[in-house]
């Protein structure tokens, strides 16, 4: 049981267990960097601009640099280039992990786990293109493929996110035996299972807008609309379990008086939740125009980070305090202030 809390505080607070200042800006950066990808690829569906490529990967059209380009083609071809400047910068962050981090740390482990899903993130991307599911495809294999490309980029969030949070000093967390890891799970799941939800709705979306909202209604309740509209009914009603579930967890979190930086997290992620929901209504409202969908999956990523960060806090500091280690709270508090 020392041996465990004093491995605790050492990750929080030794210097030889942290990145320096600059890499720690670096890694934040590259965070910043997917997230704006992950933005420009939602504008790449949204305008239909997939096929801007034709069914060639990873040549443009048959070509490296495509010659005379239509604005489809543009769209298409500067997010493949963006994407793979978000690929070198998580293989930056593998780099740094392995130079700075001794064998087995788990800032080594987050860094392994981003490069993967970023490969794998790069492979639905050209699956999606290779077997034509873009632009006016409406199968149910392109909304498979949506799902698994929404899981699979906040997966990889989650990963960057916590290489970030590890770079800093920040400690392990421990989710086996907490008593938040029924609800914790539960929220992950929940949020989860909405953004996949969320990324199918967006397809029906694009693929058959509604000239209004009641025509949009007349749509969802129609027996004879395509099953892309069906589905997208359940989103809203998905968001607002998720949300409870999710705002469940952070009473659950404040009721077991943490310190003050898992408050912090809690109040943001309570935030979201509310104005995730509140852009959701506001989204059905104005017809789901793009820059509202833009504007609600931001929101999304944002919750969904803030979530990882909460729970990575909230169970590193549970374990230093139920072992009534304060001096290794106290490290702990300070790598947060630092972070």
């Known amino acids: 049981m020392a041996a465990r809390v004093c491995a605790v505080r050492d990750a929080a607070s030794t210097p030889d267990r942290s990145a320096s200042p600059r890499i720690q800006r670096f890694a934040w950066a590259v965070l910043a960097y997917n ?59 593998l780099f740094l992990a392995y130079r700075r981090f001794p064998k087995g740390h788990r800032a080594r482990s987050a860094a392994v786990a ?108 129609s027996p004879t609309s395509h099953v892309l509209i069906k589905l997208r009914v359940w989103h809203p009603v998905l968001a607002i379990v998720g949300g409870l579930v999710v705002l469940h967890l952070v009473a659950e979190i404040r009721r077991a008086k943490r310190p003050q930086p898992v408050r912090r997290w809690a109040t943001a992620v309570n935030l979201l939740v509310i104005v995730q929901l509140a852009a959701g209504a506001l989204n059905m409202v104005l017809l789901v125009p793009v820059w509202m969908q833009l504007v609600h999956l931001a929101l999304a990523d944002a919750l969904w980070i803030s979530l990882v960060l909460l729970l990575a806090w909230a169970m590193a500091i549970r374990e230093a305090a139920d072992d009534g280690d304060v001096t290794g709270a106290a490290a702990l508090r300070a790598s947060y202030d630092s972070a």
Not at 46 to 73: D, F, K, M, V, Y
Not at 74 to 83: C, D, K, N, P
Not at 187 to 192: L, Y
Request: aromatic share 8%; proline share 4%; glycine share 14%.
């Open 114 to 221: 981003s490069t993967i899903l970023i490969f794998t993130e790069a492979g639905i991307g050209a699956g999606l293109v290779l077997f034509e599911l873009v632009a006016d495809n409406e199968s149910m294999a392109r909304a498979l493929f949506m799902g698994t490309h929404l899981g699979n980029t906040f997966l990889l969030l989650a990963a960057i996110t916590l290489t970030c949070h590890w770079f800093g000093g920040a400690p392990a967390f421990r989710w086996r035996g907490d008593p938040l890891a029924k609800w914790a799970g539960a929220a992950v799941g929940a949020i989860m299972l909405v953004g996949i939800s969320g990324a199918v709705a967006a397809l029906g979306d694009t693929l058959y807008p509604a000239e209004s909202l009641l025509h949009g209604l007349q749509q969802d309740l």
């Open 35 to 93: 997230i704006l990808v992950i933005l420009w690829g939602a504008y790449v569906r949204a305008t239909g601009s997939g096929a801007g490529c034709g069914s060639h990967w990873p040549t443009c059209n048959g070509e490296i640099i495509p010659r005379q380009p239509s604005l489809e083609t543009l769209v298409e071809f500067s997010h493949r280039i963006t994407s793979g400047l978000a690929l070198l910068g998580v293989l930056g962050l």
